[in-house]
């Protein structure tokens, strides 16, 4: 299923998939739970870990866990305020990380990311 697309610099136009866009939504999610103003590449990875895909079961094989990273997230990154504005956009890092994966899939020839 096609959810949306996205324009990427230098790759033109991505499809991303379900399962990507339920990646995204959930970093969203823990951003917006962490009080954190912009989804980053942290949320990214907290939503991989939670996401019941190849990956999500990979990294929970090597001891990764949802509320372990949650609990590093708010030791490094503290609780941003509640009434923040939330969340803003993505941070660069986490545009490098989704530029990334697009860049993966056209190397592959993928209709989607």
């Not at 951003?31 to 996401?51: D, K, T």
Request: charged fraction near 25%.
């Amino acid at each position: 299923m096609v959810i949306t697309c996205w324009e990427v610099a230098g790759f033109g136009k991505m499809i991303i998939g379900r399962e990507a866009e339920l990646i995204l939504s959930a970093a969203r999610l823990g951003a917006i739970r962490l009080g954190h103003s912009q989804v980053g590449s942290e949320h990214l990875m907290l939503a991989l870990i939670g996401a019941g895909g190849m990956v999500g079961r990979f990294l929970k094989e090597f001891g990764w866990e949802p509320e372990a990273w949650r609990q590093i997230l708010r030791r490094e990154k503290g609780l941003g305020s509640e009434y923040a504005r939330l969340p803003q956009g993505l941070t660069d890092d986490a545009r490098a990380a989704i530029a990334g994966a697009v860049e993966e899939a056209s190397r592959k020839n993928a209709k989607e990311v």
